[in-house]
T-cell receptor, first 113, second 112 residues
């Protein structure tokens, strides 16, 4: 059974803190994605990676960075958290090709105070 | 650029009644189309998808969707709603690698 896990389900941080969100997939997928989900806005793509050490900006990359040192792991970094980054963060992965089914993790609900 | 329209953020349906969620998309090329479901405090789970071939697609939990190219639509239906169908549903379209555009979602409430 496919599995995407995220390091935390709930996270509370203070403004200005550096925040790391971790995502791990066990399906040997080439592509990994980070989305944020906000009520009434659906899912918006922050960054994606199509290979180890490769990354591409999505639609809303400002204030975020990513790291992919190993194929199975994709990290989202908030260099200096702000209150407008309070959101649900979802990680996903898919096989090479990029248009196939994306498999999602359970999400991390981040609150920035 | 691809985009997805889902009307009605909240949809109420009586238990046993038809579930109909509308999805219209814009795309410059034939797209891949998806419906995902999100149960409370969970990630998204694939309900069904259309890539090529038969335009009526059957998914999990009794849901199906029909791709209508002339109407640029991919509406989701289920003949008889069950309490367990209460969730948020997202339509998504992909017309280029690595890009999946989501609609804003429909929160479905099932009334006993």
């Amino acid at each position: 059974d496919v599995k995407v896990t995220q390091s935390s389900r709930y996270l509370v941080k203070r403004t200005g803190e550096k925040v790391f969100l971790e995502c791990v997939q066990d399906m040997d997928h080439e592509n990994m994605f980070w989305y944020r989900q906000d009520p009434g806005l659906g899912l918006r793509l922050i960054y994606f990676s199509y290979d180890v050490k490769m990354k591409e900006k999505g639609d809303i990359p400002e204030g975020y960075s990513v790291s992919r040192e190993k194929k199975e792991r994709f990290s989202l970094i908030l260099e200096s958290a702000s209150t407008n980054q309070t959101s649900m963060y979802l990680c996903a992965s898919t096989v090479a090709g990029g248009q196939e089914t994306q498999y999602f993790g359970p999400g991390t609900r981040l609150l920035v105070l | 650029a691809q985009s997805v329209t889902q009307l009605g953020s909240h949809v109420s349906v009586s238990e046993g009644a038809l579930v109909l969620l509308r999805c219209n998309y814009s795309s410059s090329v034939p797209p891949y189309l998806f419906w995902y479901v999100q149960y409370p405090n969970q990630g998204l789970q694939l309900l069904l998808k259309y890539t090529t071939g038969a335009t009526l697609v059957k998914g999990i939990n009794g849901f199906e969707a029909e791709f209508k190219k002339s109407e640029t639509s991919f509406h989701l239906t289920k003949p008889s709603a069950h309490m367990s169908d209460a969730a948020e549903y997202f339509c998504a379209v992909s017309d280029s690698p690595y890009r999946l555009a989501f609609g804003k979602g429909n929160q479905v409430v099932v009334i006993p």
